[in-house]
């Protein structure tokens, strides 16, 4: 049974810092592996998707890195801002295409 | 793009009464939605897949003459919570997957229910 663990479970950095979010999941036979943005009471933004022959994505001034072989992905945030504080939610699906969610990382950037 | 929008976007009501959810795709067609549940400080949890036309699939645990869902078009999904009870106060999140072979799932912006 796959279980996707986040850590850590809060974080809380000045801003301008480069900071990494780290994901781990037991089972390495996923199809993809996605990160997203959860904001306070809202819905969730997508912000990378890692297919699982993939190594990495980026997008801006986020990276994204996949090793299946140990079952971890990082998320790497440059620069950070403010408007970065939310909750970054890991993201596994199984062959079977079910989503498997960590708890996620809390994140305060702060001015 | 893929917007999915849920309504209401938050909704209190009583112990006891019926509150309906609506999922929609804004700008594409979906065969397939799904429906999550979130506790605060707890990861989503799959309640139930939406199929188009036809009975919806739930996962362990989530009763299906509680939660009650209808998808009764390719843009359209709901979910009714019946005589609702203080515990099933939570938000609740609907994704929408486009027809076709792609699997990705596009997420509304959720509903926060509570129940009094």
């Known amino acids: 049974k796959q279980e996707v663990t986040q850590i850590p479970a809060a974080l809380s950095v000045p801003e301008g810092e480069n900071l990494v979010l780290n994901c781990s999941f037991t089972d390495s036979a996923i199809y993809n592996l996605q990160w997203f943005r959860q904001d306070p009471g809202k819905g969730l933004t997508s912000l990378l998707l890692i297919q699982s022959s993939q190594r990495e994505q980026t997008s801006g001034r986020l990276n994204a890195s996949l090793d299946k072989s140990s079952g971890r992905s990082t998320l790497y945030i440059a620069a950070s801002q403010p408007g970065d504080s939310a909750t970054y939610l890991c993201?596994?699906?199984?062959?079977?295409?079910?989503?498997?969610w960590g708890l996620g990382t809390s994140l305060a950037v702060n001015p | 793009g893929a917007v999915v929008s849920q309504h209401p976007s938050w909704v209190i009501c009583k112990s006891g009464t019926s509150v309906k959810i609506e999922c929609r795709s804004l700008d594409f067609q979906a065969t397939t939605m799904f429906w999550y549940r979130q506790f605060p400080k707890q990861s989503l949890m799959l309640m139930a897949t939406s199929n188009e036309g036809s009975k919806a699939t739930y996962e362990q645990g989530v009763e299906k003459d509680k939660f009650l869902i209808n998808h009764a078009s390719l843009t359209l999904s709901t979910l009714t919570v019946t005589s609702a009870h203080p515990e099933d106060s939570s938000f609740y999140i609907c994704?929408?997957?486009?027809?076709?072979?792609?699997?990705?799932?596009?997420f509304g912006p959720g509903t926060r229910l509570t129940v009094t």
């Open positions: 994704s929408a997957k486009k027809t076709g072979i792609s699997y990705e799932q596009y």
């Open positions: 993201v596994t699906a199984g062959n079977n295409r079910k989503l498997i």
